[in-house]
């Protein structure tokens, strides 16, 4: 469930520059490749995208005025914008750990 604050916006509606690109609109098939959690990092707007899955957007909600949701047509989170990363983050400081089940 989202914060009662977050506002929703339409694709068509949302602000910035738009920083993933899409497996899907790279022409590759979902069957051709293991999905992946992707992180991006756009040093010349200063915006960390993280993209959990590829999926059409059909939807975003603002969860303040640097953080953008995309959800996708089953209302699941498919990817975070964070505006002003470096501000607001640790960038240079990345670690990943997967932990087992």
Not at 38 to 60: C, G, H, S
Request: proline share 4%.
């Amino acid at each position: 469930m989202l914060p009662n604050h977050a506002l929703q916006r339409t694709v068509a509606g949302r602000r910035g520059c738009n920083p993933r690109a899409s497996s899907l609109q790279t022409g590759h098939s979902r069957a051709n490749f293991i999905q992946a959690m992707k992180i991006q990092y756009f040093q010349d707007t200063d915006t960390l995208y993280i993209e959990f899955k590829p999926a059409e957007i059909v939807e975003t909600w603002d969860l303040d005025e640097n953080t953008i949701l995309d959800m996708d047509s089953q209302g699941n989170i498919a990817g975070i914008t964070v505006e002003h990363a470096s501000k607001r983050t640790d960038i240079p400081k990345f670690s990943y750990e997967l932990v087992a089940a």
